[in-house]
């Protein structure tokens, strides 16, 4: 069964700065996706960037982009010019390239982040 | 505004009773999900369904009940509620090569 690993519980960063959230997982498939989703204190599950593994690419949405290691089964959320409204819970998630939808989309144990001011 | 509906919002049970959370998605996704969230635990799969008339269980299906009558809702219903099942309950729906698009959430107290 895959699994994701969020490291680091908390983290903060100073308004206007850069920080990166860590992420690693753990499956034997060659297909698959990766999503770091946000939740502010709104509780709202927020899609924030996706990655296909097939892409070396690595995905870009405006201030949050990744840094993809397949081989090395990495999966960084880099969040640039800091905002107070980044401040939230954001998780880390694996889906199988698989049949069963279900059984196969995986969340990490989330990161809780805070932006000084 | 195109996404998952879910209500109510909050809502506080006797414990025994029986409640009813609703989910409705207008993008005419064929999966939908329901989760709960609970502190330390992440989220965790209730039930899914893959298109209307097919259920499955997930990871913690005991105490609830689910039916996938229409592509658009999928209901999820607490049969005795206890207070174990005092948590943050989302519905999401996600078409095939995408990732989920949650419903605002339900915040469930079971005294």
């Known amino acids: 069964a895959q699994t994701v690993t969020q490291s680091q519980p908390e983290m903060s960063v100073q308004e206007a700065e850069t920080v990166t959230l860590s992420c690693t997982y753990d499956?034997?498939?060659?297909?698959?996706?990766l999503f770091w989703y946000k939740q502010p204190p709104s509780r709202q599950m927020i899609l924030v960037i996706r990655?296909?593994?097939?892409?070396?690419q690595n995905a870009t949405e405006n201030r949050f982009s990744v840094n993809f290691q397949k081989a090395a089964k990495s999966f960084s959320l880099k969040i640039s010019d800091s905002q107070l409204g980044d401040a939230a819970m954001y998780f880390c998630a694996y889906r199988s390239e698989a049949n069963n939808y279900g059984q196969n989309f995986v969340f990490g144990p989330g990161t809780r982040l805070s932006v000084l001011p | 505004n195109a996404g998952v509906t879910q209500t109510p919002k909050f809502q506080v049970l006797k414990t025994g009773q029986s409640m009813t959370l609703q989910c409705a998605q207008d993008m005419n996704h064929e999966y939908m999900s329901w989760y709960r969230q609970d502190p330390g635990m992440g989220l965790r799969l209730i039930h899914y369904?893959?298109?209307?008339?097919?259920?499955d269980q997930g990871e913690v299906p005991n105490g609830y009940n689910v039916s996938r009558s229409t592509t658009e809702d999928f209901p999820l219903r607490l049969l005795s509620a206890a207070p174990s099942q005092t948590s943050v309950y989302f519905c999401a729906s996600m078409r095939p090569s995408g990732g989920y698009t949650f419903g605002s959430g339900t915040r469930l107290t079971v005294v």
């Open positions: 369904s893959v298109g209307a008339g097919i259920t």
């Open positions: 499956t034997s498939e060659s297909d698959y996706y």
């Open positions: 990655q296909e593994a097939y892409k070396q």
